[in-house]
């Protein structure tokens, strides 16, 4: 395994750049474009994806990430651009000439041939002799456990065997890239959390560079090298996990991954001022009209040893989660979202007040 | 490369095959409508000249105007019937489990695979039995009974398709069960009974294999009245009468296109 | 529960009773009188002598072989000629299959005489046909086009096809497109797609298409009569002969139980086989056997 490892943001962040210079690039997306008509479903997408790396598409539906994966796949011809896979332009070939393996949202298994002939199916296709073409469905239904069910019948499987069908059949043929799209969506919330760590785990044992497309920013935080954050067909950000969450490029980003504080004002003299005239230090910021991002362990209530400035605000809301308490709290006419734990009995209600203070090292700033 | 090849074939093939396929399914109406304006004295294809003698000559034709008033008549009332007597009996297979249901459904639409002559010949024995024999009622019997499989087929679709959770939804917003009837099934349901009707309509207007056992000699039909004079003189009055029932098959179509879709019947 | 069952009756009388009454009841009649002794409209006894006529004689037993000959011929035709047009209106999107649709479906409701009166006018001594032909040169002087077996043949297929079409596109309807890029994806070109995956999910659809479309064509009697004349001979023709010219109700009563034997046959057989087919396709007993 040459992946990046998880470890603190800046780091990861290097790491990341260095393998992308060093490694193969499997996939090469340039300038790629899909119109209908005057509407853009993709436009401006530039991406390298190096061997090995898993990299998720992320967006809201509606936002080209389907699309993009589809191009590769070559179901939807772009508009413009061009497509490379393992350094060949594919652009215009059909997809039964590209070297992508996908696994579709539903599936798609054959209804009519069983477990086993799902996985030979491509195998047939690309000519493979009967006894390899055996030993390699053997192989595959090994590696995603599901050997004792090779004469079963798509239908009499549960949605996570389906799925590592799905997989191994696709895997079968050895791809240059394998394509997921929306890979957990049609599980139970419980199936999906336990088959993210499987899939995780069997693709690092394969080692085979992935693309998958979710709106669920969880998986993408859990499952990937790199996330590329989509918004209205184009790039929002691209980064390691770490990367989109600590320093989001823009309010979008800051929003749709994770919770954050958002508050509306301006950095003077490395100073940032609120709208409503809050003041939080702002070293090294430049001038100008700026969003302060605060993700919510940034925040805490106010304790013994002061880390800076101390706010005190009016509880808005206070919704309890178990682990956490999710705490809305008002400072003039800015508001902050803090996330705590509180023991049993101490809780903040709605109407409390409550003293918060910041953790200068979580402040970020994106443009306005 | 081979396989490229093999595709590009596969739609080039497909593209002649389909356009030819819609051109042939047109063929013999366009052909019917085209001779009736023949100014010439016989059917002949391309016709010689235009004119409208031939419908001035059908419309004073006594045989083809009486027939086509029988087949008016007969159309609506057995559409009128067989709504009557399918919409219960879709309604029961859709609402309700019985024994013996799919038995019901089988039979009830097996009229539309009894071959029509069998058919044909049972009728015209049990009506000569009961002594109808070459009535109007003979007539309305049988084309009740071949119209009742197309009302149940699509009316069955309907209810189907038909959400009954909409039902419950109105009965939760304090609807009574009258109020749901009116403000919602019937409502959603109008266009499927508006296809059903068109489709015993048209099935019962066209309808020459049951008609010629049951409608010799008395009151028979357009279609039988088309038959037996194809069979003995070929002029071109018969085109412009076809034209007549292209034109009121085409306008009760048209009614189902308007209303509902041509999807929804098949 | 009782209410709900008065219910039930009432709903279930009115078309039970027509259909009791005006199909069972007739050709119940007409299943004893196929027995009858005799050649006349009213005849009595019992004898299998109308079975034997029919059965036993070589003239006979060749229109029935003519006729299941047509019908089958028309059942392949249609499912090699519809199937396409089937599967590209399955795959259409909404809008533009309901015009196509259009097309397909007007011909099934027009009147039958009709279109076998077009068609008497396309391929007649100064028909269509003749006229192309002699226009391009091809011949000099009119062609007999018909009264011929494949005359009969071609209006049966332009008949009945729309059935095939339908039945092909509500079967196709039913596949998940989706299937077909993963067959892409797994290598397989458009060809292989369709024979590996595409046609066998299919085969439900062509299989009641090709059922009907054999039942249809056997039945037939006014477009073999018209269009194929004396030359071509099919049972159903033959039948309406019998009933209206010769009055010989007894013949022809046996004569219809035999066809109605053919049509009953081959819709069982296709039952089967597609009951036998399920079973063997989603492997339901293969894999009980094997947990």
Do not use: C, D, N
């Given at each position: 395994m040459n992946k990046t490892p998880g470890t603190p943001a800046a780091q990861s962040l290097q790491s990341a750049q260095a393998g992308a210079d060093s490694a193969e690039i499997v996939v090469f997306l340039a300038d790629l474009r899909k119109s209908y008509g005057n509407f853009d479903a993709v436009k401006d997408f530039t991406l390298n994806i190096h061997k090995g790396e898993l990299v998720c598409l992320l967006g809201p539906s509606g936002c080209g990430k389907t699309t993009t994966l589809r191009m590769i796949a070559g179901f939807i011809e772009p508009t413009s651009g061009r497509i490379e896979i393992s350094g060949q332009d594919v652009s215009l070939l059909p997809p039964y000439k590209r070297d992508t393996g996908m696994v579709f949202?539903?599936?798609?298994?054959?209804?009519?041939?069983?477990v086993e002939a799902n996985v030979a199916f491509g195998l047939e296709n690309l000519g493979i002799a009967p006894d390899k073409r055996k030993n390699r469905v053997l192989e595959m239904l090994q590696l995603v456990e599901l050997e004792h069910l090779a004469?079963?019948?798509?239908?009499?499987?549960s949605g996570g065997q389906q799925q590592r069908v799905a997989l191994a059949r696709a895997l079968a043929l050895h791809p240059a890239v394998l394509l997921l799209d929306e890979p957990f969506s049609n599980l139970d919330a419980q199936l999906r959390i336990r088959l993210r760590e499987e899939l995780r785990k069997l693709i690092g044992r394969v080692n085979i560079t992935t693309i998958f497309v979710t709106h669920d920013q969880e998986e993408a935080l859990m499952l990937s090298d790199r996330i590329v954050v989509m918004r209205n067909g184009g790039i929002e950000q691209i980064g390691t996990p770490e990367d989109i969450y600590e320093n989001p490029g823009t309010r979008f980003v800051a929003e749709f991954i994770g919770n954050c504080s958002l508050l509306q004002g301006m950095v003077k003299d490395g100073v940032f001022t609120s709208e409503t005239g809050l003041s939080i230090p702002a070293p090294g910021r430049k001038d100008g009209n700026c969003l302060l991002v605060l993700r919510p362990?940034?925040?805490?209530p106010a304790s013994g040893k002061a880390l800076g400035q101390r706010y005190a605000g009016l509880v808005e809301s206070s919704d309890y989660y178990g682990s956490l308490t999710r705490i809305m709290l008002s400072v003039g006419r800015d508001s902050f979202l803090l996330e705590a734990h509180f023991p049993p009995g101490t809780r903040p209600r709605k109407g409390d007040r409550l003293e918060l203070e910041i953790d200068p090292h979580g402040v970020r700033f994106v443009e306005a | 490369m081979q396989a490229g090849a093999r595709d590009k074939a596969m739609a080039v093939t497909g593209l002649i095959l389909r356009a030819s396929v819609y051109i042939t399914l047109a063929l013999p109406a366009v052909i019917v409508v085209i001779s009736?304006?023949?100014?010439?004295e016989s059917l002949r294809f391309p016709p010689e000249g235009f004119s409208l003698k031939w419908y001035k000559a059908a419309v004073n034709s006594e045989p083809f105007m009486t027939s086509l008033w029988v087949s008016v008549r007969l159309a609506c009332i057995s559409t009128v019937l067989s709504l009557l007597i399918g919409l219960p009996a879709a309604f029961a297979l859709d609402r309700y489990a019985f024994r013996g249901k799919e038995l019901f459904r089988t039979l009830a639409l097996s009229p539309l695979v009894v071959p029509m002559v069998v058919l044909g010949l049972g009728l015209l024995q049990f009506m000569a039995w009961l002594g109808w024999n070459q009535t109007f009622w003979s007539l309305l019997t049988g084309h009740v009974l071949i119209t009742l499989p197309y009302v149940v087929r699509t009316l069955t679709a309907g209810f189907f398709m038909f959400d009954k959770r909409l039902e419950q939804a109105a009965m939760n917003l304090r609807a009574t069960p009258w109020t749901v009837l009116r403000r919602i099934t019937l409502p959603l349901l109008a266009p499927s009974v508006i296809s059903a009707g068109v489709f015993a309509f048209v099935a019962s207007f066209g309808n020459i294999t049951i008609s010629v056992f049951l409608g010799f000699g008395g009151e028979t039909t357009l279609p039988v009245q088309i038959f037996t004079y194809v069979e003995h003189s070929y002029d071109p009055i018969l085109a412009a009468v076809s034209t007549l029932v292209i034109v009121v098959t085409l306008t009760v179509i048209a009614i189902v296109e308007k209303f509902s879709g041509m999807d929804n019947i098949v | 529960m009782a209410g709900s069952r008065t219910k039930l009756a009432l709903l279930l009388a009115p078309p039970l009773l027509l259909l009791v009454t005006f199909m069972l009841l007739p050709l119940l009649g007409l299943f004893r009188s196929?027995?009858?002794?005799?050649?006349?409209?009213i005849a009595s006894g019992f004898s299998f002598e109308q079975y034997a006529k029919f059965l036993l004689d070589e003239y006979y037993l060749g229109v029935l072989a003519e006729t299941i000959g047509i019908g089958l011929s028309s059942a392949v035709l249609s499912v090699l000629i519809g199937y396409p047009v089937g599967y590209s209106l399955a795959r259409l999107p909404a809008e533009k299959r309901r015009r196509r649709l259009i097309l397909v479906i007007l011909p099934m409701t027009l009147s039958l005489v009709v279109v076998v009166f077009g068609w008497l006018v396309a391929l007649g001594r100064n028909g269509l046909l003749n006229s192309i032909l002699m226009g391009l040169g091809v011949i000099d002087s009119p062609g007999r086009f018909l009264f011929n077996r494949a005359a009969v043949l071609l209006v049966l297929v332009q008949q009945y096809l729309p059935f095939m079409i339908l039945s092909v596109m509500s079967g196709v309807a039913q596949i998940d497109p989706v299937l077909e890029q993963a067959a892409a994806n797994l290598r397989a070109d458009r060809f292989t797609t369709f024979r590996r995956v595409i046609l066998p999910l299919s085969i439900p659809g062509i299989l009641s298409g090709f059922t009907l479309v054999f039942i249809l064509s056997v039945s037939a009697f006014i477009t073999p009569k018209l269009i194929g004349g004396s030359r071509v001979q099919m049972i159903g023709s033959l039948i309406y002969e019998q009933v209206l010219t010769v009055l010989n109700w007894p013949f022809s009563a046996a004569m219809s139980f035999v066809l109605l034997t053919l049509t009953l046959g081959l819709t069982a057989l296709a039952n089967t086989l597609l009951a036998v087919r399920f079973t063997a396709d989603q492997g339901k007993k293969h894999a009980s056997r094997r947990a």
């Open positions: 949202q539903s599936y798609a298994l054959f209804p009519h041939m069983s004469g079963r019948y798509p239908k009499e499987l362990e940034y925040i805490r | 009736s304006f023949t100014a010439g | 196929s027995f009858f002794v005799g050649s006349g409209p």
